[in-house]
């Protein structure tokens, strides 16, 4: 049974800095990209930054140039390190791991974990 497994959210101030980190744990093969999303109230899941398995990275516009995403290939884990936090980052992060096989042969598919509040105070 794969799961993802997410740690390091909480409450900080608008300025600060947060790292999240999410690990993949079971049986697994492969995965392709791992990344984070985030929702905030009564708003849509929006993508914040994903890391392929080859190390290339996407960033939404509104994290640019202060968030960074970084992955261990080994450990299944990916991290993404938060600077310079503001209130509008407030929301609900969730680790996803897309194209990830258990065994060689199964078919790909993409997990999500349960989600890391963020809170930045303003």
């Known amino acids: 049974q794969v799961q993802l497994v997410e740690s390091g959210g909480g409450l900080v101030q608008a300025g600060g800095s947060l790292r999240l980190s999410c690990t993949a744990s079971g049986t697994i093969f492969t995965i392709n990209t791992m990344g984070w999303y985030r929702q905030a109230p009564e708003s849509q899941r929006e993508l914040v930054a994903t890391i392929s398995s080859l190390g290339l990275t996407k960033y939404s516009d509104s994290v640019k140039g202060r968030f960074t995403v970084s992955r261990d290939n080994a450990k299944n884990t990916v991290y993404l390190q938060m600077n310079s936090l503001k209130p509008e980052d407030t929301a609900v992060y969730y680790c996803?791991?897309?194209?990830?096989?258990?065994?060689?042969?199964?078919?790909?598919?993409?997990?999500w974990g349960q989600g890391t509040q963020v809170t930045v105070s303003s």
């Open positions: 996803n791991a897309e194209g990830l096989r258990p065994v060689w042969y199964t078919t790909p598919r993409d997990y």
